[in-house]
């Protein structure tokens, strides 16, 4: 896991903002063009490019132009790396919460 910790860490700074999870959800939904996504952010087209070159730069989302426009993908690949990681923290810490009340059961009541 310590070798994809850079791809992870790349991932999880793109899902930190909340405009970038906002179009990753609405692209799970199926591909759209970069003007309809970014209609409803107040924000101008350049911010919101930034934006769309953060998710691309972590692998989340991908493009292609086709004349005049150019419509996104999600990478759905990309957030089984994220799931994974969750995965991986829940089994460490149920196995850790199962310990602690493994040995809370275990001791004397007092009384």
């Given at each position: 896991m310590a070798n994809q910790q850079p791809a992870l860490d790349t991932l999880f700074h793109a899902l930190a903002d909340p405009t970038r999870r906002a179009v990753v959800g609405r692209l799970m939904r199926g591909p759209a063009p970069v003007k309809q996504l970014a209609e409803p952010f107040a924000i101008g087209l350049p911010a919101f490019l930034k934006h769309l070159a953060v998710l691309e730069a972590s692998g989340l989302v991908r493009s292609e132009k086709r004349g005049r426009v150019?419509?996104?993908?999600?990478?759905?690949a990309r957030l089984a790396a994220a799931e994974d990681w969750f995965a991986e923290q829940r089994t460490v810490w149920q196995g850790r919460a199962d310990r602690l009340a493994a040995f809370v059961e275990s001791?004397?009541?007092?009384?």
């Open positions: 150019r419509t996104c993908h999600v990478e759905a001791q004397p009541a007092e009384g």
